[in-house]
């Protein structure tokens, strides 16, 4: 199991988000922006993964998350 901050993950929020794989951190994730960033969570859902800033974002996170400790 790993822990990132909203902050970490590109939110707006220190809120601990946690997970075992990245799909599982990337999807409570989403979840917590649902709830606590509702703007933030519509402007990435009509993203396309293909925008590179979603390229980019996707590829930071995939770093970070295989960089956060195990706990």
């Given at each position: 199991m790993k822990t990132m901050t909203c902050a970490q993950m590109g939110g707006e929020c220190d809120k601990n988000i946690?997970?075992?794989t990245a799909e599982e951190m990337m999807g409570n994730g989403m979840k917590h922006l649902e709830?606590?960033?509702p703007k933030m969570a519509a402007d990435v859902k009509a993203m396309p993964m293909?925008?590179?800033a979603m390229?980019?974002?996707s590829e930071k996170f995939q770093?970070?998350?295989?960089?956060a400790p195990e706990m």
């Open positions: 946690m997970g075992s709830e606590a960033h293909t925008d590179p390229v980019a974002w770093k970070d998350f295989d960089a």
